[in-house]
């Protein structure tokens, strides 16, 4: 009985040490805490820590530590601070991640999901602990769609979104002669979201779509849709997904002798899809819209830093985080490092960034440039960079 | 299309095949329903990813996977599934989605989330079969299901441990009374079941990426080939599994690719509903 009656008190100071903090504390958007002279502000990168999409959190939180490093090692008033939130990519992880970044690890700015759905996820708890969310990487229209005016007054995109690359893209497809396309992607938010506007587009541009396949993420075997598709007969392929399905699919697609131009979207053309295919010549020739620059020549400092400190190459997620910590960084120093002051100094924020100009519109949406590349004999090569500001 | 989709739909069916299959022996002998036989593909997956990049070549890396996965077997019998036999099916259900959950969070923590491929001779050549040219590795894979299923058909209906499998199905206590080492039994069932998961894994893996999480699907497509062949024999969900493959592949092929789990799942659905015991079960009166 006495035992018991220890357990009960025992459990009780457990849940009262666990849930007491989370009751008492004020909202994410409290100033920094004073460390050695310099205020830490802290900024909570959301992102997938778990399960299949994982390398997103993963990348997104290296970048991010890096772009930290270096700030805190250039001195300044502010010292940065990098916390983490596991997202699952999720509309229903993404609030519970965005809600533990705010009101338990009091956040100052939120970075990130790079998966819509889980920023989508996590937008209504912005607005009510009124905490900016600064997205990087996350290409779904309907964010830029939700935010700013008339919207979500703490969204803010840095990155072009699936509406301005679909745009521009199936304009160059039908500027190099593509009449009939079929499309393969990931069947998901980021996959199903993107050729939405692929197929709007492509009709705009007098362009047929002759077949339109989905697969699950990580699956092994793409020949079912591939065998669809090449019966569509197509005069080029789209595929929206990421460069470890793109390796299975070119083996497959060289498997069935299945030879057609291809157009990507997902990080295929990039030095991750030639590690990984070890084929140097297997992509030759794939285009791919990116909002982001594959070939580092727009950062060449980040991507030597990132060698240096992690021994591989930088991928998107990394390389946005990166430079969301940076424009964080901006108006921090010109505003101040409490929620408040960063939401206020980004609305005015005007920064000739690697990627192109951030400016944000009244959507909060930013318009920097879109990058073409290509596989020339084994390495990435950038075909054009278009503004979208115009 | 329908041939190429009948290359395509025993390919998929041939890794159901094989992982159904051990999760069918292991119910049966072992009488656990274990979540976590897709695992046991992954880590197969891992483990000849990891002897090739250490250099060995492809089939040295097949035969010690295959005997690595032997082992594997026997830890897990004797760490996970040795303690709960016999106990609540709750329990027992516990007990494997944990080692599951295990598995997939250890290979994310220790070998990232990021795919890895493994590479294999065969990719390289393709035969023309038909209108259809199939790469060496899909005739691997064929050939390496049928030989797999031969030979455990063979094991359990004419060696000494085969007859004591089927003697510990039947009945545990009346097999344990006759002196069969049921716990012996039970253990080499868990090592086949292993095994078949490394045999999917060496034929199959090279034919796309390997990640922590291609376990979870994989074990849910096994348990459909499983409730659809009928709960309490091998066979059954073996020839289920290749029907799932096929049924995922011609309606990819001819319907939707968008949608061919949901008519795997359909079929699973009005199958039971036909055979509510399963394509192979058999009524089993209640004692």
């Given at each position: 009985m006495h035992h018991t009656r220890r357990l009960t008190v025992l459990a009780a100071t457990a849940l009262a040490a666990v849930v007491l903090p989370g009751l008492t504390a004020a909202c994410g958007s409290s100033p920094g805490a004073s460390s050695g002279g310099r205020t830490t502000v802290t900024v909570g990168v959301a992102g997938s820590f778990s399960g299949a999409t994982a390398f997103y959190g993963q990348e997104a939180q290296k970048g991010a530590n890096l772009a930290a490093k270096v700030l805190n090692a250039a001195g300044g008033k502010y010292r940065y601070k990098i916390v983490t939130a596991d997202d699952e990519c999720t509309p229903d992880g993404g609030a519970s991640a965005y809600t533990d970044l705010v009101y338990s690890q009091?956040?100052?700015v939120i970075l990130g999901s790079p998966c819509s759905a889980a920023t989508l996820g996590g937008m209504a708890t912005l607005k009510r602990a009124q905490v900016p969310d600064l997205v990087v990487s996350s290409t779904s229209a309907l964010?830029?769609?939700q935010a700013g005016v008339g919207g979500n007054p703490y969204v803010w995109r840095m990155n072009v979104n699936d509406a301005t690359m679909a745009a521009a893209f199936t304009k160059y497809m039908h500027d190099h002669s593509v009449a009939k396309l079929a499309t393969i992607a990931v069947n998901n938010d980021y996959g199903r979201g993107a050729i939405t506007f692929y197929k709007a587009d492509a009709g705009g541009q007098g362009i047929s779509v002759t077949d339109s396949e989905y697969y699950t993420q990580g699956a092994g075997d793409f020949r079912t849709q591939l065998t669809r598709i090449r019966f569509s007969h197509p005069g080029a392929l789209l595929m929206v997904g990421s460069y470890g399905d793109a390796v299975v699919m070119l083996e497959q697609m060289r498997e069935l002798g299945f030879k057609i131009p291809l157009y990507t979207r997902g990080d295929v053309v990039s030095q991750s899809f030639l590690s990984l295919a070890k084929n140097p010549a297997l992509g030759d020739g794939a285009i791919e819209a990116t909002n982001w620059d594959p070939t580092y020549a727009a950062y060449p400092g980040i991507e030597q830093a990132y060698q240096a400190a992690y021994g591989t190459d930088a991928q998107s997620y990394a390389v946005q985080a990166y430079l969301g910590v940076q424009l964080i960084a901006k108006a921090v120093a010109a505003g101040g490092g409490s929620s408040a002051d960063i939401q206020k100094a980004l609305s005015s924020i005007d920064w000739n960034s690697p990627l192109g100009p951030v400016k944000f519109d009244d959507h909060h949406q930013a318009h920097p440039d879109l990058f073409l590349n290509t596989f020339r004999n084994g390495k990435v090569v950038r075909l054009e960079m278009l503004p979208t500001s115009s | 299309v329908f041939f190429d989709?009948?290359?395509?739909?025993?390919?998929?069916?041939?890794?159901?095949?094989?992982?159904?299959g051990g999760l069918a022996l292991i119910f049966s002998v072992v009488g656990i329903a274990n979540f976590a036989q897709g695992e046991f593909y992954m880590v197969a997956a891992f483990m000849i990813y990891g002897l090739e990049s250490a250099g060995l070549p492809y089939v040295a890396c097949c035969v010690v996977t295959l005997v690595g996965m032997a082992v594997f077997g026997l830890v897990v019998y004797g760490v996970a599934l040795r303690p709960v036999t016999g106990r609540g099916w709750e329990t027992q259900l516990v007990a494997t989605l944990a080692v599951s959950l295990l598995l997939t969070n250890l290979a994310i923590a220790t070998l990232g989330s990021l795919p890895v491929l493994v590479r294999s001779p065969l990719l390289a050549h393709t035969v023309s079969i038909g209108p259809t040219d199939v790469s060496d590795q899909r005739l691997l894979v064929f050939a390496a299901t049928a030989m797999a299923l031969i030979v455990l058909g063979g094991m359990v209906k004419f060696s000494k441990i085969g007859k004591g499998m089927r003697a510990v199905s039947q009945n545990r206590e009346a097999a344990m009374i006759m002196g069969i080492p049921v716990r012996r039994v039970e253990m080499t069932a868990v090592v086949i079941g292993c095994v078949f998961?490394?045999?999917?894994?060496?034929?199959?893996?090279?034919?796309?990426?390997?990640?922590?999480?291609?376990g979870a699907p994989l074990t849910i497509k096994a348990f459909a080939a499983v409730v659809m062949g009928g709960f309490g024999n091998i066979s059954g969900p073996i020839v289920s599994g290749l029907i799932l493959g096929l049924v995922e592949a011609y309606a990819g092929g001819y319907i939707s690719s968008a949608y061919a789990d949901a008519f795997v799942f359909g079929v699973m659905i009005v199958i039971l509903v036909v055979r509510p015991r399963g394509l192979f079960g058999r009524a089993v009166r209640a004692a």
């Open positions: 009091h956040v100052s964010i830029t769609a | 989709q009948l290359v395509n739909g025993l390919t998929l069916g041939s890794q159901y095949a094989l992982v159904a998961a490394g045999v999917a894994a060496v034929t199959i893996a090279p034919l796309g990426t390997v990640v922590p999480t291609v």
